[in-house]
């Protein structure tokens, strides 16, 4: 068994998600566990340097993470040739210029989602990435998810017949930090247009590649987004203005073969949660139902199915809820983050197949721009098919 | 204390919904509990004729309640002058002629909806009623849940502070007839165009009267109809195609004084209930929200939120349904199509206020009628102000 | 980041609560996670060195919590020019003359409560420590309970309407001492008025700041205490008279703007509870309802009150309790005494506002001295402001 | 056996509680069961007549329950000397005139609470009936209760050892009747101070007798009024202006051979219910404390005590409500009305001894009296002992 260490450049791990999902949840993890096993036996190990503004909050981190290296020059970085690999979770508005130094430097590069603030630029690091040989990959963590992992499941055994709709909910309430003493639970960056907030350019990314690579193509949206909460208090107190969507109201034509699939979802930090996950996505089917969250999944196959009758004028005498069956777990789901990592790392270290590439990444960033522009324009939109290359 | 009869013309009674909800709930039970009361301390006792084509059908229904009169000639009816109201409970396109015919005898005209197959005809009968100077009323019996009125308790308690977005979900798996010995729980016809089926056209009438008295004036409407059952079989065993929508995925804007409400709705008989009720209105507002069912109705204030944290590493630690509580009677809810009875027969005898008229029967035409224009258009579409007059 | 050391004198940490909240819960627990933070990035750790009689037991505790010193001498202590702060939790009657000490050597002071044994002597503290410039502040812990926190949360977010009354319910069977085995849970010199024992000097002090800091200024004061337990037995065994009042029944109003609150308290050691904690607060007000404890807090809006009828004829059909819903923490909630104490230090060593002072100190003693003089003169009193200096 | 009738002349029965539960759940259960059994083994069956102003409603009444004789001339009625009973339900102003000419004319006099609507009133009432030598009683419902009956078995039975305190709770919320569809479930004349309404004329009355009888002579009271609720809405649909107390603060002092006991009591109809019944009692003794309600008792005896100790860092780790334990019924408990009626019935008819006199009737109007006079004069005030004879 040989072990093949792999230099990992982390770039904006001092963030919430790049420092708890991709450090500390995946890159730290893996080290623990002794690396990524390979097809051949071998195993890869993540050796990571860390890199950010702040050389303090850098050194502490590494500290308490038994990590050797860090550093506040991406550039000096990226000149170390045994560092294959280059991860970036910094800003979205910065991400393509640091990509393009990255494959520029022949690094593989892996990145957190949206991989770009439009389609054309997401496209242009696609064809550089393939145009310079390197591997490149994106973020699409959903799909690892253990509740998305047995709905995909549901799908491949054939358990649904023929997929008619699915019905997507998102959401919950983000405080408005104005009251109760009770600070919002997310930053508040988020709500401003600005600064790259909103619904739609956040969860649009998300719900293409859970569609695409659940059910099939994406390949119409209509969107209505709204800022439902107009005014609320930052991390500092302050009262400002939310200028971008914190709710949007779409709906998504999938080609699933022969087959139309619509999906009508809303996504919303304005809602207060009236099901079982905060994320739910309902799916039916000719032969059978499904109703899977981030965890849980549970199923109504047609012959467990109510005859339901319309009658108001007595108490509803089914308790609907009883009719639907947990799928059972079957497995040890891994952390989301952690399995898409390992992914890429044998991906690199072994020529593994990974489909969470580039492509991908711009499919994410043209669903959530499509969105925006149905919501301007009141219309459907058709999705086109980006170009391989 | 004065006993007024109201002789009333009921045409169509022999149907599911006439003989059950009209006839039997509503004006037998209102003849056995001695009349309705008039704001003078008058009594007011409805007289029936039942009218329709077989003879013995009716003969029997009017032996079976106490009825005096059937007849199969309904001109002959209309010229008795002590019959002061026509009802129409006929096939949708059967009913303009008729409330034609009946408003030309001076009748005042009661009717199942849709009031008529298209905008411009439901606004003929309007018009045509209000020049003959006749009253005039169309079923809004969904108003008179006992769900949608504790919803509507809350809105005037001003308990949602600013409402921002109402989710509704309707429908359930109506059976295709051809498996399991189990058929069709509706009848075939609502799954035929040409028969005048389709969810858009049955249940948007609904959903705009439910909106505008309870929210406020629908403005504009989105909607993606599919037929997602592809072939059923009637009530004589027979397969066929059906090609009427059988769901609709709708979003509605709504104005409130200052504050637009976006709605979005789905309704389908292709889909497994996975609620509390088969119709369920969830609304969120800036201090509370509500979800509304037939008969029940929850709420969770404000400072009942949680604070949800989206971290799918671990199982959700929240019960998000135990923070929901159920909203009390505190009254006696009657039949919801008996109470309307009661109200328009009150309009005719003592001329009390009665707003589910015509003009508002028009209404829900008019946005079936949108509905099924922005699915062929694929856009959104504004809701002209229909004239009164 | 500079770390400011901050010497505590800490007199009377060898009793029950000055060594459990004061100096373990709160001292020690601050060292332990590294201080107080203040605004500008700084951070402000204790030092304590304990006062008490008994040099053995001030060691043993000084080891036991890893404290470097301990005197028996207040005089010297108050000397050291590096301990700025002195906190006293000694017998109530001895408070003032230590006080008047740390005042004239120049030392901030905090105090446990009551502040002193009389409004004057608490005014008088109040005037020296202005005089002297020093920061002051006394022990309202309740204000920092997880429940009366989320009762506060309900009364800033508008939750009650126009807040009509208060029901206060404090207490718990404390036993005699002669029987069972069971000695007494509560020292023995709280039922010797002598001593400085009583429920009125115990817990008018905690409601005057409960009531003016959650609801409004308490304006007035009416008060019957009783002393319902005869004997007990004390520490060592021996049957005393019990002197004091072990119980009071009060009401007080509050001004909340233009409007009158009403609040009724009793609060006992001789009640055995029948309710969910040992201190509830019920609040009525126009647009819902809440009862608070220590650390849950329920609330019942308007909208889900249920329409109770009188009928003793059939048993009650009605279950109140089920009408009642938790308020989520949504926060977690530190322990009420290092809460303030990090308060304090950070006043002290950053300036950051304190309202805890002696002039709040004093209105806890007044409205205790209040109480026992209407009890005395069977009347309502008017509770007059004291002044500020 | 002896069958003797007993004319009984109702007057006031056509209002809620006159019909309800002194007619038909009291005389017409009376004769329905054949009669009250004497001491003798006679019978004694009450034959009522109907005195009201409205002859229409007597009738139908009369009919309904197959009573014979109505009218609307009490003086005519009056002269019937087969009619030995006069019972009056009607408004309390009207009462003390009508009592007189009943008494005058010889008749034994029967009456609901408050007997008058002063002290003096009442004690001439009490006077006149003594002086008469005719027999007197006055409604004291809440004797008769189940719960109350209960509780009275425990004090009987030395259950509480030495007793130290009540804590009574009476009340719920009455709708305002302007929102939400639900009218006031009670008569607007209650919230009119001109109307003879109020809650301290109303409840202290009865509280007056269920603490003597239960308990010990009340000797002192304190009482604080208030009318929360300022407009509510009436009958007919129309705002007024609420000018009555509809809550009431007060505590009492009782007389227990030696003992003193201190009775805290709110009564309200702006108070959301966090209870188990609508009215409760909670008494504390040295040797067990019990809940009673309406129609439950449950008791907890200090062997079963809890040892509570304060400590809001950690959930509270007792279930109070677990120690206390339901008292049995062991009898069946009959309407509390209708055993009284068949209490004084007996007094009539045998002679059987009677306590709830005009004597009783006076001492309660006396206690309303003096809480109206406490809240205004903000004092507490003794209950002076009305004079016998």
Not at 32 to 46: R, S, T
Not at 85 to 101: E, G, Q, S
Not at 168 to 173: C, P, Q, R, S
Request: proline share 4%; charged share 25%.
């Amino acid at each position: 068994m040989t072990v093949k260490t792999l230099g990992v450049i982390m770039n904006g791990v001092t963030g919430r998600m790049g420092m708890n999902q991709h450090l500390i949840r995946s890159i730290v993890a893996i080290r623990a566990q002794g690396g990524v096993p390979l097809p051949n036996g071998d195993v890869a190990i993540p050796d990571p340097i860390l890199i950010g503004r702040n050389e303090n909050k850098l050194r502490a981190l590494a500290e308490q993470y038994d990590i050797d290296r860090v550093s506040t020059d991406l550039g000096e970085a990226l000149e170390n040739p045994n560092d294959s690999i280059y991860f970036d979770a910094t800003l979205t508005n910065l991400r393509a210029a640091n990509v393009k130094r990255a494959i520029a430097s022949g690094k593989h590069v892996y990145c957190e989602k949206p991989l770009a603030i439009s389609t054309d630029e997401a496209m242009e690091l696609y064809r550089l990435a393939q145009a310079a040989g390197v591997k490149h990959g994106v973020v699409q963590d959903k799909l690892f998810l253990p509740g998305i992992r047995k709905l995909r499941r549901l799908v491949d055994s054939g358990f649904f017949g023929r997929i008619l709709s699915v019905r997507g909910e998102f959401g919950y309430w983000v405080f408005e930090g104005d009251w109760g003493n009770q600070p919002a639970q997310r930053p508040s960056w988020n709500y401003r247009a600005d600064d790259g907030g909103g619904m739609i350019s956040d969860m649009f990314a998300h719900w293409r590649y859970v569609l695409d690579h659940t059910f099939g193509d994406v390949t119409a949206v209509q969107c209505m987004g709204a800022t439902h909460v107009h005014e609320r208090v930052d991390e500092s107190g302050r009262t400002y203005k939310a200028t971008a969507d914190d709710a949007a109201y779409g709906t998504f034509e999938i080609r699933r073969g022969e087959d139309r699939i619509i999906a009508q979802f809303n996504s919303s930090w304005a809602v207060r949660v009236n099901r079982d996950e905060l994320l739910e996505l309902h799916v039916d089917g000719t032969h059978g139902s499904a109703v899977a969250g981030l965890r849980g999944c549970k199923i109504q196959h047609r012959v467990n199915t109510p005859k339901a009758v319309w009658n108001p004028d007595i108490p509803n005498p089914l308790d609907f809820h009883a009719d639907w069956q947990e799928v059972p777990d079957n497995a040890t789901f891994d952390n989301a983050f952690k399995i898409q990592w390992e992914k890429f790392l044998s991906h690199v270290a072994a020529d593994t197949p990974f489909i969470h590439d580039f492509h991908e990444g711009a499919k994410g960033v043209q669903l959530s721009e499509l969105g925006m522009q149905s919501w301007r324009e009141r219309r459907w939109l058709d999705v086109p098919t980006l170009p391989r290359g």
